[in-house]
């Protein structure tokens, strides 16, 4: 067969050249729809279809590398209506070229070029392999939007724009998901939970940089620069119990009725957009097993919860679960994932 799972993380691996040749297109999209995102993929090449897919699993982040023939790739409207996981893709070119589009914006991606594309909207692309090669490889992080410290019509400003990675943050980005990507087999399922956190908090900073760098683009920079700085200073105060509207407006000297026009405009709230970003860190300090000892109040005081009943109302609203419940599950998946 050509599928495997690693005793350690999960690590899902399909290599084409491993299954009968009459069933290699077909089951290669098989498992990369029902495994990354459902496409519709046409093959571009001539003759036998060599592919190559890995999956990484990081908690909150799947991190996957695909190398395939010439391929094209459509996220259809059927496709986004019919199965959306409401997922980012951080998408790394490794060798050969990628044609994206989405938004109404084109990117072409030779290697060391990255851009980000969300699930929610439809998408075209087409691989190229470099002259003489047989394929093209990339790398795809994919986490929620819930896990973005910017909301999606923010986001979508930068979505299918190239970014070139050879320096700066972006550059640190991609070295660390070729790590990831590299060794996942050898991680175990506690040490995928932290570095899922980690790959987190960097692709955060990396949208941090890119949002705030495309805003002085704009003609409305001075407005999106401001927009930007107030989401990173909220997410980097998330421990404080004193962060409020009042003390976000003092910090970048505005009022707090411009405060609010700038949350209403991307369709929050102040308070909202606060509460969901300290439950997502409960959440994930919950499923650390590092810090199984330390209590769940400890956890919710250290991002900013007070009130022990008001943040487990707000935990059990926003994930259908207690916090308790949450440690709970997050212990028997990483068990049952250790003896896989």
Not at 153 to 173: F, L, M, Q, Y
Request: proline share 6%; net charge neutral.
């Amino acid at each position: 067969m050509g599928y495997e799972m690693g005793i350690a993380v999960l690590v899902s691996v399909l290599h084409t050249n491993e299954l009968p040749e009459q069933d290699r297109f077909e089951s290669w999209h098989e498992f990369t729809s029902r495994s990354v995102l459902p496409v519709t993929v046409r093959n571009t090449s001539r003759g036998d279809f060599q592919a190559s897919l890995q999956i990484g699993d990081f908690g909150p982040v799947k991190v996957s590398r695909i190398s395939t023939p010439g391929l094209e790739t459509v996220r259809g409207e059927r496709l986004v209506r019919r199965s959306d996981p409401e997922s980012y893709q951080m998408y790394v070119q490794l060798d050969g070229e990628t044609v994206l589009s989405q938004h109404g914006r084109e990117a072409l991606l030779s290697p060391g070029d990255l851009m980000i594309f969300d699930s929610s909207s439809p998408y075209h692309g087409v691989t190229l392999p470099a002259p003489g090669a047989s394929s093209g490889t990339c790398l795809i992080a994919q986490f929620p939007y819930i896990r973005s410290p910017f909301p999606r019509n923010v986001v979508d400003r930068i979505a299918a724009r190239r970014v070139t990675a050879t320096s700066g943050i972006a550059a640190v980005a991609v070295h660390h998901l070729v790590g990831l990507a590299a060794h996942a087999a050898e991680c175990t399922p506690r040490d995928a939970n932290r570095l899922g956190g980690v790959t987190l908090d960097l692709l955060g900073a990396w949208l941090s940089h890119e949002l705030e760098e495309f805003a002085d683009a704009s003609p409305d920079s001075q407005r999106r620069v401001m927009e930007v700085r107030m989401h990173d200073y909220v997410r980097q105060h998330l421990g404080d119990p004193g962060l409020s509207p009042q003390s976000i407006a003092s910090a970048h000297g505005v009022s707090i009725r411009y405060l609010y026009k700038v949350f209403q405009e991307q369709g929050l709230t102040v308070a909202a957009y606060i509460r969901e970003r300290r439950l997502e860190r409960c959440r994930r300090d919950l499923a650390d097993p590092d810090l199984r000892t330390r209590s769940v109040q400890a956890i919710a005081s250290k991002w900013g919860f007070t009130d022990p009943a008001q943040f487990s109302r707000a935990f059990r609203r926003t994930f259908g679960m207690t916090p308790t419940d949450c440690r709970h599950h997050a212990v028997q998946k990483m068990t049952r994932g250790g003896h896989t």
